[in-house]
């Protein structure tokens, strides 16, 4: 199962089952769970945690130093969960002394020359589509689909479901449910399509609506916004994300239509 011009340093942690393809490089400090398959010109450096059933194709390098000036060698990892499909040139780089590791979750399609920066932390059934440059420290959590070339800046959060536009520049927190894109990038709706692929009801789905039409269609900024969120529509599960989402932004969330 493993290709013989290959370079395995013989402290790395292989399944059995793993397949690994000509030309790959593998440190010491890695793990790789069983069923993983990895293509030829793949490097695999100290500290990944590589899990089950992840696909690595030609040219990714996975559990790079982080291209951090503040990194001084500590010891840190990138972790990359079961299922994920990492298309060709992708880079993962590890994590800092701020984080101490990069994660990409379980069952995502990173697709091809996509940047995960040290810190970052991505979460389940994530797909980012070719192209999108991560800097360090962004949260992208579960179900988000990042279209081609976007550019993420550090420290921002986008939500769950979030739908974001190829070529976005990303400078402000995305809450869960909605559509952004537009230059500059905006709020443009809610990812009602993905929303009900994904088991939604139509309940579901008016009621986020609603909560958004308060925090970007009703003049109101965001504290007053949420006042009258709390005061005025039912508490449901999806409400409540979107209020704990906007109160806890560092950078402040994106802004609505023009």
Known sequence: ???PMTSIHPDARIHPSVEIGP???IHGDVEIGEGTVIHS??????????GKNVTIYPGAVISGAPQDLKFAGEVTTAIIGDGTTIRECVTIHRGTASKGKTIVGSNCLIMAYCHVA???CVGNNVIMSNAVQMAGEVIVDDFAVIGGGALIHQFCHI??????????????????????????????????????????SNDDIRDIQETYRYLYLSGLNNSDAIERIEAELPATKE????ILFVRNSKRGILRGYV
């Open 239 to 242: 409400r409540d994300e979107i």
């Open 118 to 120: 040290h810190d970052c």
């Open 23 to 25: 030309f790959v490089t």
């Open 41 to 50: 010109n793949v490097t695999i450096m100290d500290g990944a945690r590589i």
């Open 1 to 3: 199962m493993v290709h």
């Open 159 to 200: 939500g769950p479901h979030v739908m974001l536009q190829g070529g976005a520049h990303v400078n402000k927190d995305i809450p869960p449910f909605v559509k952004a894109g537009r230059e500059p990038i905006a709020y443009c709706g809610i990812n009602s399509i993905g929303l009900r692929r994904r088991g939604f």
